[in-house]
Protein backbone atom coordinates (compact mmCIF):
# COMPACT_ATOMS: atom_id res chain seq x y z
CA UNK A 1 0.00 0.00 0.00
CA UNK A 2 2.58 2.38 0.75
CA UNK A 3 4.54 1.96 -2.87
CA UNK A 4 0.70 2.22 -4.31
CA UNK A 5 0.82 5.30 -2.22
CA UNK A 6 4.17 6.83 -3.86
CA UNK A 7 3.22 5.63 -7.19
CA UNK A 8 -0.10 7.79 -6.89
CA UNK A 9 2.06 10.73 -5.33
CA UNK A 10 4.42 10.57 -8.17
CA UNK A 11 1.77 10.64 -10.74
CA UNK A 12 0.35 13.66 -8.99
CA UNK A 13 4.04 15.23 -9.05
CA UNK A 14 4.25 14.70 -12.29
CA UNK A 15 0.46 16.47 -13.25
CA UNK A 16 1.87 19.64 -11.32
CA UNK A 17 5.08 19.84 -13.11
CA UNK A 18 3.82 19.60 -16.86
CA UNK A 19 1.18 21.94 -15.31
CA UNK A 20 3.63 24.38 -14.04
CA UNK A 21 5.88 24.27 -16.93
CA UNK A 22 3.27 25.29 -19.22
CA UNK A 23 2.39 27.80 -17.06
CA UNK A 24 5.88 29.12 -17.04
CA UNK A 25 5.78 29.38 -21.13
CA UNK A 26 2.51 30.92 -21.80
CA UNK A 27 3.15 33.59 -18.53
CA UNK A 28 6.40 34.24 -17.31
CA UNK A 29 7.63 37.35 -17.97
CA UNK A 30 10.68 37.74 -21.52
CA UNK A 31 11.22 35.85 -24.47
CA UNK A 32 11.70 32.36 -25.23
CA UNK A 33 15.31 32.03 -23.45
CA UNK A 34 14.01 33.62 -20.43
CA UNK A 35 10.72 30.94 -20.36
CA UNK A 36 13.46 28.31 -21.07
CA UNK A 37 15.86 29.46 -18.26
CA UNK A 38 12.97 29.56 -15.90
CA UNK A 39 11.44 26.18 -16.54
CA UNK A 40 14.55 24.58 -16.60
CA UNK A 41 15.11 25.96 -12.87
CA UNK A 42 11.74 24.62 -12.06
CA UNK A 43 12.03 21.40 -13.71
CA UNK A 44 14.83 20.61 -10.81
CA UNK A 45 12.92 20.00 -7.81
CA UNK A 46 9.93 18.27 -9.94
CA UNK A 47 13.00 15.84 -11.23
CA UNK A 48 14.17 15.26 -7.43
CA UNK A 49 11.00 14.37 -6.21
CA UNK A 50 9.66 12.05 -9.14
CA UNK A 51 13.07 10.50 -8.83
CA UNK A 52 12.95 9.72 -5.01
CA UNK A 53 9.03 8.55 -5.24
CA UNK A 54 10.35 6.03 -7.92
CA UNK A 55 12.90 4.47 -4.82
CA UNK A 56 12.11 1.53 -2.84
CA UNK A 57 12.11 3.94 0.72
CA UNK A 58 10.77 8.03 -0.80
CA UNK A 59 12.46 10.53 0.59
CA UNK A 60 9.78 12.79 1.68
CA UNK A 61 12.14 15.49 2.55
CA UNK A 62 12.51 15.65 -1.72
CA UNK A 63 8.70 15.76 -2.19
CA UNK A 64 8.83 18.67 0.71
CA UNK A 65 10.77 20.41 -1.11
CA UNK A 66 8.68 20.24 -4.24
CA UNK A 67 5.76 21.10 -2.99
CA UNK A 68 7.15 24.72 -1.41
CA UNK A 69 8.04 25.60 -4.78
CA UNK A 70 4.48 24.35 -5.92
CA UNK A 71 3.18 26.90 -3.73
CA UNK A 72 5.31 29.64 -4.59
CA UNK A 73 4.34 28.87 -8.00
CA UNK A 74 1.12 29.42 -7.50
CA UNK A 75 1.32 32.47 -5.56
CA UNK A 76 2.94 33.75 -8.27
CA UNK A 77 0.08 32.59 -10.57
CA UNK A 78 -2.72 34.66 -8.54
CA UNK A 79 -0.81 37.70 -9.44
CA UNK A 80 -1.51 37.12 -13.09
CA UNK A 81 -4.88 39.28 -13.97
CA UNK A 82 -6.68 39.71 -16.82
CA UNK A 83 -7.07 43.93 -18.49
CA UNK A 84 -8.24 46.65 -20.54
CA UNK A 85 -5.46 48.33 -21.64
CA UNK A 86 -3.42 46.28 -24.06
CA UNK A 87 -2.22 46.79 -27.80
CA UNK A 88 -5.84 45.25 -29.04
CA UNK A 89 -6.09 44.05 -32.61
CA UNK A 90 -8.65 46.39 -34.68
CA UNK A 91 -11.31 43.87 -34.83
CA UNK A 92 -11.73 43.39 -30.59
CA UNK A 93 -10.19 47.06 -29.82
CA UNK A 94 -13.74 48.37 -28.62
CA UNK A 95 -15.53 46.87 -25.94
CA UNK A 96 -19.11 46.05 -26.04
CA UNK A 97 -21.41 48.85 -24.08
CA UNK A 98 -25.24 47.32 -23.80
CA UNK A 99 -28.15 48.54 -21.86
CA UNK A 100 -31.99 48.25 -21.94
CA UNK A 101 -34.39 50.81 -21.36
CA UNK A 102 -37.61 49.79 -21.63
CA UNK A 103 -37.81 47.86 -24.52
CA UNK A 104 -34.97 49.75 -26.07
CA UNK A 105 -31.71 47.78 -26.44
CA UNK A 106 -29.14 49.83 -26.85
CA UNK A 107 -25.20 49.07 -28.07
CA UNK A 108 -22.56 50.64 -28.49
CA UNK A 109 -19.03 49.62 -30.71
CA UNK A 110 -21.43 47.18 -32.94
CA UNK A 111 -18.74 45.99 -35.42
CA UNK A 112 -19.81 45.96 -38.82
CA UNK A 113 -15.93 46.31 -40.95
CA UNK A 114 -15.94 45.67 -44.40
CA UNK A 115 -13.21 42.98 -45.18
CA UNK A 116 -11.16 42.11 -48.03
CA UNK A 117 -8.36 40.08 -47.15
CA UNK A 118 -7.26 39.48 -42.88
CA UNK A 119 -5.45 42.45 -43.04
CA UNK A 120 -7.04 44.87 -45.41
CA UNK A 121 -10.71 46.19 -44.08
CA UNK A 122 -12.37 48.93 -43.27
CA UNK A 123 -12.98 49.58 -39.66
CA UNK A 124 -16.26 50.72 -38.15
CA UNK A 125 -18.10 50.66 -35.34
CA UNK A 126 -21.33 51.82 -34.61
CA UNK A 127 -24.07 52.67 -32.29
CA UNK A 128 -27.18 50.85 -33.08
CA UNK A 129 -30.62 50.57 -31.28
CA UNK A 130 -33.12 47.79 -31.19
CA UNK A 131 -36.67 46.78 -30.20
CA UNK A 132 -36.70 43.94 -28.15
CA UNK A 133 -40.71 43.47 -28.52
CA UNK A 134 -39.46 43.19 -32.71
CA UNK A 135 -37.11 40.57 -32.11
CA UNK A 136 -38.44 36.93 -34.24
CA UNK A 137 -35.30 34.57 -34.31
CA UNK A 138 -32.20 33.05 -32.74
CA UNK A 139 -30.30 31.23 -35.02
CA UNK A 140 -27.18 29.19 -34.10
CA UNK A 141 -24.38 29.73 -36.02
CA UNK A 142 -21.24 27.02 -36.37
CA UNK A 143 -17.72 27.87 -37.66
CA UNK A 144 -15.44 25.21 -38.16
CA UNK A 145 -11.77 26.16 -38.59
CA UNK A 146 -9.99 22.85 -37.17
CA UNK A 147 -11.52 19.92 -37.71
CA UNK A 148 -15.00 18.15 -37.87
CA UNK A 149 -14.89 18.38 -33.78
CA UNK A 150 -14.09 21.77 -32.73
CA UNK A 151 -15.96 24.62 -34.33
CA UNK A 152 -16.55 28.57 -33.37
CA UNK A 153 -20.23 29.28 -32.08
CA UNK A 154 -21.99 32.12 -32.91
CA UNK A 155 -25.61 33.32 -31.91
CA UNK A 156 -27.55 35.69 -34.98
CA UNK A 157 -30.86 37.43 -33.75
CA UNK A 158 -33.32 38.50 -36.31
CA UNK A 159 -35.63 41.42 -35.71
CA UNK A 160 -38.97 42.27 -37.75
CA UNK A 161 -37.56 44.94 -40.03
CA UNK A 162 -35.10 42.20 -41.12
CA UNK A 163 -31.69 43.38 -39.18
CA UNK A 164 -29.25 40.70 -37.35
CA UNK A 165 -27.82 40.95 -34.64
CA UNK A 166 -25.15 38.67 -33.91
CA UNK A 167 -23.49 37.53 -30.45
CA UNK A 168 -19.68 35.55 -30.18
CA UNK A 169 -17.35 35.47 -26.93
CA UNK A 170 -13.82 35.47 -28.43
CA UNK A 171 -10.92 35.64 -27.18
CA UNK A 172 -9.15 39.66 -27.19
CA UNK A 173 -6.48 39.10 -29.63
CA UNK A 174 -3.24 41.65 -29.04
CA UNK A 175 -1.95 42.83 -32.43
CA UNK A 176 0.03 39.95 -33.90
CA UNK A 177 -1.40 37.83 -31.41
CA UNK A 178 -2.98 34.27 -32.86
CA UNK A 179 -5.44 32.11 -30.72
CA UNK A 180 -3.77 29.13 -29.38
CA UNK A 181 -6.51 26.06 -27.58
CA UNK A 182 -3.36 25.11 -25.00
CA UNK A 183 -2.39 29.35 -24.62
CA UNK A 184 -6.38 29.12 -23.48
CA UNK A 185 -5.54 27.24 -20.27
CA UNK A 186 -3.05 28.95 -18.94
CA UNK A 187 -4.71 32.53 -19.13
CA UNK A 188 -2.95 33.94 -22.30
CA UNK A 189 -6.19 35.70 -23.38
CA UNK A 190 -8.56 37.92 -21.99
CA UNK A 191 -12.37 37.42 -23.17
CA UNK A 192 -13.88 40.46 -25.07
CA UNK A 193 -18.19 40.04 -26.03
CA UNK A 194 -18.64 40.86 -29.82
CA UNK A 195 -21.78 42.20 -31.14
CA UNK A 196 -21.55 42.39 -34.99
CA UNK A 197 -23.72 43.24 -38.48
CA UNK A 198 -24.08 39.82 -39.47
CA UNK A 199 -22.41 40.14 -42.89
CA UNK A 200 -18.83 41.19 -41.33
CA UNK A 201 -19.05 38.26 -38.91
CA UNK A 202 -19.99 35.41 -41.06
CA UNK A 203 -18.50 36.43 -44.03
CA UNK A 204 -14.71 37.80 -42.33
CA UNK A 205 -14.90 33.41 -41.20
CA UNK A 206 -16.23 31.98 -45.08
CA UNK A 207 -14.38 34.70 -47.37
CA UNK A 208 -11.47 35.94 -45.78
CA UNK A 209 -10.00 32.81 -43.08
CA UNK A 210 -11.57 30.53 -45.40
CA UNK A 211 -13.86 28.45 -42.80
CA UNK A 212 -16.97 26.37 -43.39
CA UNK A 213 -20.03 27.79 -41.68
CA UNK A 214 -23.45 26.45 -41.19
CA UNK A 215 -27.03 28.22 -40.07
CA UNK A 216 -29.62 26.28 -37.54
CA UNK A 217 -33.03 27.87 -36.79
CA UNK A 218 -33.20 27.24 -33.45
CA UNK A 219 -36.78 26.20 -32.28
CA UNK A 220 -39.31 25.75 -29.64
CA UNK A 221 -38.01 29.74 -28.12
CA UNK A 222 -40.95 32.21 -27.70
CA UNK A 223 -40.72 35.87 -27.99
CA UNK A 224 -39.94 36.12 -24.54
CA UNK A 225 -37.48 33.49 -24.59
CA UNK A 226 -35.59 35.04 -27.03
CA UNK A 227 -35.53 38.64 -24.96
CA UNK A 228 -34.66 36.83 -22.21
CA UNK A 229 -31.51 35.27 -24.34
CA UNK A 230 -31.00 38.74 -25.46
CA UNK A 231 -31.04 39.63 -21.70
CA UNK A 232 -28.27 37.23 -20.72
CA UNK A 233 -25.94 38.90 -23.53
CA UNK A 234 -26.26 42.49 -22.25
CA UNK A 235 -25.25 41.01 -18.32
CA UNK A 236 -22.04 39.34 -20.26
CA UNK A 237 -21.50 42.39 -21.72
CA UNK A 238 -21.69 44.83 -18.44
CA UNK A 239 -19.83 41.89 -16.50
CA UNK A 240 -16.99 42.56 -18.46
CA UNK A 241 -17.22 45.83 -18.88
CA UNK A 242 -17.40 46.31 -15.34
CA UNK A 243 -14.43 43.39 -15.09
CA UNK A 244 -12.30 41.99 -17.30
CA UNK A 245 -11.56 37.79 -17.64
CA UNK A 246 -10.01 35.42 -19.10
CA UNK A 247 -11.24 33.34 -22.17
CA UNK A 248 -10.55 29.73 -20.95
CA UNK A 249 -11.17 26.95 -23.62
CA UNK A 250 -12.48 24.68 -21.18
CA UNK A 251 -14.36 26.11 -18.79
CA UNK A 252 -15.31 30.09 -20.27
CA UNK A 253 -15.26 29.57 -24.19
CA UNK A 254 -17.87 30.09 -26.87
CA UNK A 255 -19.82 27.02 -26.41
CA UNK A 256 -20.06 26.89 -22.56
CA UNK A 257 -21.36 31.00 -22.95
CA UNK A 258 -24.54 29.31 -25.19
CA UNK A 259 -25.27 26.73 -22.57
CA UNK A 260 -25.43 28.84 -20.09
CA UNK A 261 -27.81 30.97 -21.88
CA UNK A 262 -30.32 28.44 -23.38
CA UNK A 263 -30.36 26.60 -19.69
CA UNK A 264 -31.67 29.85 -18.49
CA UNK A 265 -34.47 28.81 -20.74
CA UNK A 266 -33.70 24.78 -20.41
CA UNK A 267 -32.75 24.69 -16.32
CA UNK A 268 -32.70 20.55 -17.20
CA UNK A 269 -31.05 21.09 -20.39
CA UNK A 270 -28.31 17.81 -19.80
CA UNK A 271 -24.42 18.14 -19.53
CA UNK A 272 -23.11 16.41 -22.86
CA UNK A 273 -19.71 16.03 -24.09
CA UNK A 274 -20.80 17.93 -27.74
CA UNK A 275 -19.92 21.07 -25.17
CA UNK A 276 -16.51 20.29 -25.38
CA UNK A 277 -16.48 18.96 -28.63
CA UNK A 278 -18.50 22.36 -30.06
CA UNK A 279 -18.55 20.76 -33.45
CA UNK A 280 -21.11 18.46 -32.68
CA UNK A 281 -23.33 20.83 -30.76
CA UNK A 282 -25.71 21.25 -33.74
CA UNK A 283 -26.45 17.38 -33.24
CA UNK A 284 -26.59 18.01 -29.48
CA UNK A 285 -29.18 20.84 -30.10
CA UNK A 286 -31.43 18.79 -32.06
CA UNK A 287 -31.19 15.76 -29.81
CA UNK A 288 -32.89 17.95 -27.19
CA UNK A 289 -35.33 19.19 -29.52
CA UNK A 290 -33.38 22.88 -30.51
CA UNK A 291 -33.75 22.46 -33.81
CA UNK A 292 -36.47 22.32 -36.60
CA UNK A 293 -38.91 18.94 -35.49
CA UNK A 294 -39.39 17.07 -38.01
CA UNK A 295 -36.43 17.14 -40.67
CA UNK A 296 -33.37 14.56 -40.53
CA UNK A 297 -29.94 15.67 -39.17
CA UNK A 298 -28.21 14.64 -41.86
CA UNK A 299 -30.59 17.03 -44.05
CA UNK A 300 -30.30 19.72 -41.32
CA UNK A 301 -26.60 19.78 -41.73
CA UNK A 302 -26.66 19.49 -45.25
CA UNK A 303 -28.94 22.51 -45.89
CA UNK A 304 -27.66 24.46 -43.20
CA UNK A 305 -23.68 24.92 -44.87
CA UNK A 306 -24.28 28.59 -45.93
CA UNK A 307 -20.27 29.05 -46.92
CA UNK A 308 -20.90 29.49 -50.81
CA UNK A 309 -23.79 31.07 -50.42
CA UNK A 310 -22.09 33.41 -48.17
CA UNK A 311 -19.10 33.85 -50.78
CA UNK A 312 -21.73 34.73 -53.60
CA UNK A 313 -23.74 37.44 -51.44
CA UNK A 314 -20.43 39.37 -51.03
CA UNK A 315 -21.11 43.01 -49.14
CA UNK A 316 -25.01 42.97 -50.45
CA UNK A 317 -27.71 44.63 -48.25
CA UNK A 318 -29.82 41.45 -48.34
CA UNK A 319 -26.56 39.12 -46.93
CA UNK A 320 -28.57 37.83 -44.21
CA UNK A 321 -31.58 36.38 -46.48
CA UNK A 322 -28.99 34.85 -49.21
CA UNK A 323 -27.37 32.65 -46.66
CA UNK A 324 -30.59 31.71 -45.23
CA UNK A 325 -32.03 30.53 -48.70
CA UNK A 326 -33.17 26.73 -48.32
CA UNK A 327 -32.34 26.67 -44.52
CA UNK A 328 -34.87 24.01 -42.61
CA UNK A 329 -37.56 26.36 -40.63
CA UNK A 330 -36.81 29.54 -42.35
CA UNK A 331 -39.89 30.62 -44.53
CA UNK A 332 -39.17 31.32 -48.20
CA UNK A 333 -37.75 34.95 -47.93
CA UNK A 334 -35.28 33.94 -45.71
CA UNK A 335 -34.54 36.59 -42.40
CA UNK A 336 -35.91 36.98 -39.64
Not at 3 to 19: H, K, P, S, T, Y
Not at 54 to 65: D, E, G, I, Y
Not at 190 to 212: C, H, K, W
Request: hydrophobic letters at 45%; charged letters at 25%; aromatic letters at 12%.
Amino acid sequence: MRRVGGFALVLACLAAGIWGGLALWFQFPGNAVAKGVAILVWCVPCMLALRVGLAWKPHWRSFAVFAACFVLLLGWWTTIRPAQDRQWADDVAQPLHARIEGDRLLLDNVRDFHWRTEDDYDIRWERREYDLSQVRSVDLILSYWMGPAIAHTLVSFGFADGRQLVFSLEIRKERGESFSALGGFFRRFEAVLVAADERDIVQVRTSVRGEDVYLYRLHGLTRGDMRELLRFYVGQAQALERAPAFYNTLTSNCTTVVFALMRRIVPALPLDYRLLLSGYLARYAADVGGLTPGVPYAQLHERGRITLRARAAGDTDDFSRRIREGVPGIAEGGAP
